[in-house]
């Protein structure tokens, strides 16, 4: 179910969400969203993207796609409660079948912000069933909201309601039903329409392509404080059926607001410290904005900010995971932060558990007293440069060099800027272990043992192989990235995904559980 699937389940989201009541100032000459998804019935009944199929079917797929849905289903009324007039009732029933087809069927959507005045609309491939269906709902839920009673558009089969300064339309039009709404003229739903009279269709059939999907950002950050979080800039990709017959091809690009000034230098790996059975192997460059951008990370007062990264995991346990940033004086720069540490970490735990230690013999700042494992930042050589050396457990010295087929795929590559390799059922397991030691350093209620993610966890991991991630500069101010693999997601991503869905917040923003520390100091005071 996850990645091209979990995919659809977020643009559902989006949309349900719906992009209406604020301002936004767009980056770029695309909507704010466009995407076109083939639906999963077609890809279901294809030949190719077999895992994708296989992990679809699984009892645990079902469960985690009816709590998303069952939640995205909920958020319309909740985003505009405050605009519905006095009386407006919330039914979600209404909407959750509705979202079913926009997994299911082929679909297409745009939306558009205020300097479009809200001119949206969504088409679906629908059979007669299912589009009497939509259009009940759609009207029982417009009055649900107290919009006026919708009545009969003239030429067209269907309706059209206005209220809230918004107006609500829909059309039947051969085996597709469309939905459009808009602060002014509705030129999106008139225009799908006027080719689905045509040629039956509202846009070009898809050549290949299971979804492609554009989506202004920096836009849509004005609309979700979640999008808004993550600064992610204009991006348009695609996703296929790789020619194994059982995988996935992503392509896409980001454009950027600015030059990057990026300039490939040599890699610097440690393969005296990598060390043999490799689960994830990570080379980065041009990495100095995003570490300036973390919160804290100004406070350890450094110098001069790493500018490439290389990172790996090694599966002989959970937390063998290592990242190497090449660090003039690492030794110095170790022995300046010492004092600084705490504070950082204070950005992310009201109270750090645990204590810190510095070794000063080994110029190494360790995180003791933690559940599992022991961070540690610890000055070392690397290729014949200092560097810092990050890590969950302490490093051993010894290890086997990188192995040679992985090395030719970026050496002598002077505009690759990012590589990622990971054996994808072991790096989801991980990143769900170090979710749950997370939870336990902040106090927080650890899921049930049968929640849904957990058992998606246990059923979809074994069947994930390898997922391999190349981004490129292809202009001063566009990154092109490709990305073969089972699901279109990594193993951290879809263990962050699930996290997400399981939020009691989800769609609208992130809330993780409870803490423990919380709830007994509200007992206290009781």
């Not at 939306?111 to 939509?134: F, H, M």
Request: with cysteine; glycine share 8%.
């Amino acid at each position: 179910m996850k990645g091209l699937t979990s995919f659809c389940v977020l643009v559902a989201g989006i949309v349900a969400t719906g992009c209406y009541d604020k301002g936004d100032s767009s980056s770029s000459n695309i909507p704010l969203l466009r995407t076109h998804f083939i639906g999963m019935t077609q890809v279901i009944q294809g030949t190719n993207a077999s895992k994708l199929k296989e992990v679809w079917a699984l009892p645990a797929s079902q469960d985690v796609r009816k709590q998303a849905l069952d939640k995205i289903a909920a958020a319309p009324f909740q985003l505009w409660q405050k605009s519905f007039p006095n009386g407006a009732q919330d039914n979600p029933k209404l909407i959750r079948p509705l979202l079913d087809d926009l997994v299911s069927s082929e679909c297409f959507i745009e939306l558009n912000g205020s300097g479009a005045k809200y001119d949206s609309v969504i088409a679906v491939n629908l059979d007669e069933q299912r589009a009497r269906l939509w259009n009940t709902n759609l009207w029982q839920t417009s009055l649900a909201w107290k919009f006026p009673t919708p009545k009969a558009v003239e030429g067209t089969t269907g309706w059209e309601t206005h209220g809230n300064g918004i107006t609500l339309q829909f059309q039947q039009q051969k085996n597709w039903v469309l939905v459009g709404w808009s602060a002014g003229k509705l030129k999106a739903i008139t225009s799908l329409a006027e080719s689905v009279a045509k040629s039956g269709r509202p846009v070009p059939a898809s050549k290949g392509a299971i979804l492609q999907f554009d989506a202004d950002f920096p836009a849509l950050s004005h609309y979700n404080p979640l999008i808004a979080k993550f600064k992610l800039p204009v991006s348009q990709f695609v996703i296929s059926p790789h020619r194994d017959g059982e995988s996935l091809r992503t392509e896409g690009k980001f454009s950027l607001p600015q030059p990057l000034n990026w300039k490939f230098e040599p890699w610097v790996i440690p393969t005296d410290r990598i060390g043999d059975p490799l689960v994830s192997f990570t080379l980065a460059q041009g990495i100095d904005p995003i570490l300036k951008a973390i919160p804290g990370f100004s406070d350890l007062g450094l110098e001069t900010t790493p500018t490439q990264v290389c990172g790996w995991s090694e599966g002989s346990a959970t937390f063998k995971s290592f990242w190497c940033f090449p660090q003039p004086n690492a030794s110095n720069v170790v022995r300046k932060i010492v004092p600084r540490i705490e504070g950082f970490l204070k950005h992310y735990f009201e109270q750090p558990p645990g204590g810190l230690v510095y070794a000063t013999n080994r110029s190494q700042i360790l995180w003791e007293r933690l559940p599992v494992m022991m961070p540690s930042v610890q000055a070392a050589v690397a290729g014949g440069r200092e560097c810092l050396l990050v890590s969950l457990v302490p490093s051993a010295d010894r290890g086997k060099p990188v192995p040679p087929e992985l090395m030719r795929q970026f050496v002598g590559r002077k505009d690759l800027c990012y590589y990622d390799w990971e054996i994808t059922e072991a790096r989801l397991a991980q990143s769900k272990v170090l979710y749950q030691v997370v939870d336990m350093m902040h106090l927080r209620t650890l899921a049930p043992t049968n929640a849904p993610s957990l058992n998606w966890f246990n059923q979809a991991g074994p069947k994930l192989g390898n997922t391999v991630t190349e981004v490129t500069l292809s202009g001063p101010n566009e990154l092109r990235w490709v990305r073969k693999s089972h699901l279109g997601l990594t193993g951290f991503e879809l263990a962050t995904l699930l996290r997400w869905v399981d939020s009691s917040a989800f769609p609208l923003g992130y809330q993780p559980t409870p803490s423990i520390r919380n709830a007994n100091s509200q007992k206290a005071k009781r």
